[in-house]
């Protein structure tokens, strides 16, 4: 007889009529694997708590990765001193992508970071294994243990069956308060859509020949109607040394029910596609022979969020007014994407900082959760400041050391001055009396913008 190809053997089976649920339990879950989860998760490891880090996509990263922003925003202050205003997760990060030239500076008003997303993504990927971060993959919330609101444990639906985290802490870093809101705390909605974008990244292209920011800018406005665009601004972010952009110049909704997202994404793709057909016949010298290399998931802006122990508002940003308990800062503009056209840019001056306070990632009832990134509680345009990746990084870092110093208690229970010590260089030095005040060293007593430009002309 000849020889069998192979020596495994196939069994058949059918589902059990009850189903095995996995289990795991941890110091920490943290819902949510972009750069507020990350932050999150890499800060409480090196703590030596054992932690377990969650994400409905089937990879890390989040938006940070998948949905090609390509800048880091909010890192650092205005110009002239441009002081880095977060610190943590990017000191590790910037020097390892500077050396495979994976990451390059732009001053402007501020400085913004370009990054490939792939290198960004692998770099998370190689992170978390290093730090000892169980990570979970393509798994959506399907119930949470909420004692009064202690929460004790989260149930996933994953493609390979349920899986319930226990922990003693959680953070919600969903980006859409996916964990509170399962938890049944209360959240927050806008009354009208903040638009998303769907960005793609093309290549084939010649950097040397492409038109100035507020010219582009202007040329879509003309132009929109004949190629039927929605958002009538917008960029192309060119990466130093290569032959691509990111283009963000689309402006897509963002609805939290599953038939109306999946609709919004084949949108937001038509859109894009419609984008390139513009910047081709306008700009052939440019873009003549652009090809796409791959598009983005749809990135969100503001969607749902937590209804936290503080909101944080549009005046306290404008006044850069300092909390008793800031965990993070940022000279970031308002940057509201209300409308569908265009949206509202309001740059700050140079020595502008406001900052985010504990309470605004703490969400009320919760004893042992806190959120971190782009679902913390602040009106429209307070949110539209603060939920870019340098302060969402410096959430995440201040909501790991606020749980660790909790240590499965209650989080208003813990020493605040303790907190600000281990987050120091997120926060900048402690003045005399907290609040706002010329001896803010940080920032000046008074802040006024310096430009306010709706986008949509």
């Known amino acids: 007889m000849p020889h069998p190809l192979t020596d495994v053997k196939i069994h058949t089976i059918t589902k059990p009529r009850t189903a095995a649920v996995e289990e795991l339990h941890g110091d920490l879950c943290v819902v949510g694997a972009g750069i507020a989860g990350m932050s999150a998760a890499l800060t409480a490891a090196g703590l030596g708590r054992r932690v377990i880090l969650v994400d409905a996509l089937p990879m890390l990263g ?120 399962e938890s049944g705390l209360e959240c927050r909605v806008p009354e009208r859509t903040i638009w998303g974008s769907q960005q793609v990244r093309i290549e084939g292209l010649n950097p040397a020949a492409a038109p100035e920011p507020k010219e582009l800018a202007q040329s879509v406005h003309d132009h929109a109607e004949d190629y039927g665009l929605i958002r009538r601004d917008g960029l192309a972010f060119f990466f130093p040394g290569r032959d691509t952009a990111v283009l963000n110049m689309t402006h897509i909704e963002a609805p939290l029910e599953a038939v109306g997202a999946s609709e919004a994404q084949l949108r ?106 782009r679902c913390v509680d602040g009106d429209a345009a307070a949110l539209s400041s603060v939920r870019v990746m340098g302060p969402c990084a410096a959430m995440g870092e201040a909501a790991a050391h606020a749980l660790d110093l909790a240590d499965g208690g209650p989080v208003a229970e813990i020493d605040t001055a303790e907190l600000r010590d281990r987050i120091r260089a997120n926060i900048g030095p402690d003045r005399p009396q907290d609040g706002g005040g010329a001896d803010n060293p940080d920032k000046p007593e008074h802040s006024e913008n310096t430009e306010m430009v709706h986008a949509a002309h």
């Open 62 to 181: 989040g938006q940070c990765a998948n949905s090609l922003i390509g800048l880091f925003c909010g890192v650092y202050g205005n110009g002239p001193d441009y002081r880095q205003l977060t610190h943590g997760i990017f000191d590790r990060m910037f020097p390892a992508l500077e050396q495979t030239q994976d990451l390059s500076y732009n001053h402007r008003h501020t400085i913004t970071v370009n990054y490939d997303e792939h290198a960004v993504g692998r770099w998370m990927e190689q992170e978390v294994e290093r730090a000892g971060v169980v990570p979970v993959t393509g798994a959506s919330i399907l119930e949470v243990e909420n004692d009064a609101g202690h929460l004790r444990a989260v149930t996933f639906a994953t493609r390979f069956g349920l899986l319930r985290v226990s922990a003693d802490s959680f953070i919600d870093a969903s980006g859409d308060a996916a964990l509170t809101w």
């Open 268 to 373: 937001g793709k038509d859109q894009a596609d419609r984008v390139i057909r513009f910047l081709k016949d306008q700009y052939p010298a440019a873009f003549g022979n652009a090809t796409v290399r791959f598009y983005g998931l749809p990135g969100r802006r503001q969607t749902r969020w937590i209804a936290g122990e503080h909101q944080l508002t549009e005046h306290e940003v404008r006044s850069g007014f300092r909390f008793e308990d800031s965990i993070a800062r940022t000279a970031w503009p308002i940057e509201l994407h209300d409308q569908p056209e265009g949206y509202v840019w309001e740059q700050f001056d140079s020595d502008h900082v406001h900052y985010v306070p504990l309470g605004s990632i703490t969400p009320r009832g919760a004893v042992n959760l806190l959120a971190a990134g």
